[in-house]
């Protein structure tokens, strides 16, 4: 397979070799290709999700997410990755901090902790910081933030409003916002959320 589905600067964490073998489409050598694809799969998955009423924190649907969001491009869709990462918890911790992270997200929304837009970019925040699967964990996490809103009667997060796939100012905003909430200073992610 091609070098050129290699992570760039500022972009998604590289993959294994083992992980790009679970390529579905075989047109696929390059990374705008990839990122068509995906998109692709993730507006049906979208359509899908805000269908109906679904319990976003609930370990199983979050699987069901990330496999309706890429499983049209990647075999391992749905399944949590089995190797490290530059980001996340090792692979053997996910289900783990995954459970602990649905059981506090359902007891900040039972006892209203925090405002739903503090609770989604908590949570958000704690997902990407995971880092579930092999690839798209932000984009699923980003995804499941805003399904967690409008099950709460809110309007989901603009997300900054632009491409955080490609390397850029925003996606620069978005990560930076990322790592101020990795010192507990959430401040910065609900403005970008919102932005």
């Not at 006892?111 to 925040?125: G, K, L, P, V």
Request: net charge negative.
């Amino acid at each position: 397979m091609s070098d050129l589905l290699m992570s760039e600067d500022g972009g998604p964490p590289p993959l294994t070799d083992e992980e790009r073998e679970g390529l579905i489409p075989s047109y696929i050598t390059l990374r705008g290709e990839l990122n068509a694809a995906e998109q692709a799969n993730i507006l049906k998955a979208e359509e899908w999700a805000f269908a109906r009423s679904r319990n976003v924190l609930d370990q199983k649907f979050l699987n069901t997410l990330h496999e309706r969001m890429f499983g049209n491009v990647w075999r391992w869709a749905g399944k949590f990755r089995r190797t490290g990462k530059n980001v996340g918890v090792d692979p053997y911790r996910i289900a783990t901090e995954l459970k602990q992270l649905t059981d506090d997200c359902t007891c900040w929304v039972d006892q209203n902790t925090y405002e739903s837009d503090e609770i989604a970019a908590r949570f958000h925040h704690r997902l990407v910081f995971i880092h579930p699967y092999a690839n798209g964990s932000g984009r699923h996490g980003r995804l499941a933030a805003d399904l967690l809103l409008t099950s709460t009667d809110s309007y989901r997060f603009s997300w900054g409003s632009e491409n955080l796939i490609d390397p850029g100012e925003t996606r620069s905003r978005y990560i930076a916002a990322l790592r101020s909430a990795d010192d507990h200073d959430y401040a910065p992610l609900l403005k970008f959320a919102r932005s």
